[in-house]
């Protein structure tokens, strides 16, 4: 048969079907979600395969002798009981995008240092506790996920900086610190939920993401004896209390309200920021040397505290004083 692309996924397969034989010159196949436990040896025969997707099977393990399939782009085991690789995967030159996702792996072979033109690598939902520095020599990966290893300590600088990269998400973490140097060519970053991180570098400001509102009710207020100005709320009308010079972030009791008191501070600057740029107002251009930091302001915190039960919005000193000054120039 003359067919280059099989779809046999979700039909219950418990092996790969030998029917793939019948079809000459197949270079995609599409397995996923079966039952399949094994990659039979005989598939490695097919060598005009070029994609292969096995996501969401029984595999615990992939053949050593799987670099037969020399002409493989793209491998997607993701979901499996995968335990361990193979230090012949390193073998696949051809290997363009590679999902070992959601597995049970908790080391990488340090043999994927030869995949040159590996451009995407999905390694989340592992057990890692550290990448192998040779994984720096992949020098035209593009978009790194390790997401979700919740044993993974760092990220080493040599990979963070990768010439090509311009993707890295490493949510859920145990990152202590984060990479100091980042690819010049980087687009996109994820680290959320890394609750250890306790210091982020200047080079990451250029991801924070814009401020955005998601208020469902009036923002709880602690209010001092004395000291207290107040801020209306534009879109509510409400007023909003502030003691004079605090630079407490204030907890918020309610679980499905979870602005602080900040937020809306740093709201009200971003609103004021609409019709007057802040860095244009002439009482506050010393404090604002630079007129792009005006965005720094819109961008919110930069971090959260890792104290036990505390978690509030971090800001720098210089942004607090940017907020306690602007609210009190919108009362005047």
């Not at 793939?20 to 395969?49: A, C, G, H």
């Not at 491998?75 to 959601?102: A, F």
């Not at 909003?240 to 009200?268: F, I, M, W």
Request: net charge neutral.
């Amino acid at each position: 048969m003359n067919k280059t692309i099989l779809h046999w996924s979700y039909l219950n397969f418990k092996d790969v079907p030998m029917d793939l034989f019948l079809y000459e010159d197949l270079e995609e196949v599409y397995l996923k979600e079966n039952y399949i436990s094994v990659i039979p040896k005989w598939l490695l025969n097919i060598t005009t395969l070029k994609f292969i997707h096995l996501a969401g099977n029984n595999l615990s393990e992939l053949p050593v002798d799987i670099y037969m399939l020399e002409n493989l782009e793209f491998l997607d085991v993701s979901n499996n009981e995968i335990k361990e690789l193979p230090k012949t995967l390193g073998l696949l030159l051809r290997l363009q995008q590679l999902n070992v996702s959601g597995n049970q792996l908790t080391e990488l072979p340090v043999e994927l240092n030869t995949l040159r033109n590996l451009e995407q690598l999905n390694i989340a939902k592992n057990q890692f506790r550290r990448l192998p520095l040779q994984l720096s020599e992949c020098v035209r990966l593009n978009e790194l996920n390790v997401s979700e290893n919740e044993a993974l300590l760092h990220l080493p600088e040599r990979i963070a900086n990768l010439p090509m990269l311009q993707s890295l998400a490493a949510d859920r973490c145990a990152l202590v610190y984060l990479p100091a140097a980042l690819s010049k060519f980087m687009n996109h970053v994820r680290i959320f939920h890394n609750t250890s991180v306790n210091y982020i570098p200047m080079i990451y400001e250029r991801f924070y993401q814009n401020f955005y509102d998601n208020r469902q009710k009036v923002t709880p207020i602690a209010i001092a004896k004395k000291g207290l100005f107040c801020v209306r709320e534009l879109e509510t009308g409400k007023r909003l209390v502030l003691p004079v010079g605090t630079r407490k972030v204030y907890a918020v009791p309610s679980p499905e309200n979870q602005v602080t008191l900040y937020d809306d501070c740093l709201h009200a600057v971003q609103t004021l920021n609409r019709h007057l740029p802040v860095y244009e107002n002439a009482a506050l251009h010393r404090l604002l040397p630079e007129p792009y930091m005006s965005a720094h302001i819109n961008n919110g915190p930069i971090a959260r505290c890792t104290t036990t039960n505390c978690s509030s919005c971090l800001y720098t000193t210089y942004y607090f004083m940017v907020v306690k000054r602007d609210i009190a120039t919108m009362i005047q």
